[in-house]
Nanobody, 128 residues
Framework: QVLLVESGGGLVQAGGSLRLSCEASGLTFSSYAMGWFRQAPGKEREFVIA????????YYADSAKGRFTISRDIAKNTVSLQMNSLKPEDTAVYYC?????????????????????WGKGTLVTVSS
């Protein structure tokens, strides 16, 4: 059974930082691209950022460029999302996802609901 478990969400003021983590189990971690998506109230789930199976390439949504970074620890089966300069519009439930393919393959026009595996999400709230 594949499990992706997110942690690190919470409440932060605008301009602050937050680090999310996702621990994966039940899959060959080094074979999967890992990504983060988010879903704000009343909106569709959207791609944020992804990292290749080997960790040597990354793909960013425009909203993440310059503020968010992604990293993975293959030895620990974890992927992390460092979010800096947070804005109220970053408020959302953040989901970890795994997909067999490249980092870019997790981004639009690929539909979010076609990813192989999902975590249950962690809430990030950015206050103004």
């Amino acid at each position: 059974q594949v499990l992706l478990v997110e942690s690190g969400g919470g409440l932060v003021q605008a301009g602050g930082s937050l680090r999310l983590s996702c621990e994966a189990s039940g899959l060959t971690f080094s074979s999967y691209a890992m990504g983060w998506f988010r879903q704000a109230p009343g909106k569709e789930r959207e791609f944020v950022i992804a990292i290749s199976p080997s960790g040597d390439s990354r793909y960013y949504a425009d909203s993440a460029k310059g503020r968010f970074t992604i990293s993975r620890d293959i030895a620990k089966n974890t992927v992390s999302l460092q979010m800096n300069s947070l804005k109220p519009e970053d408020t959302a439930v953040y989901y970890c996802a795994a997909n067999y393919g490249t980092a870019q393959s997790m981004a639009p026009p690929r539909r979010a609901d076609t990813m192989d595996y999902w975590g249950k999400g962690t809430l990030v709230t950015v206050s103004s």
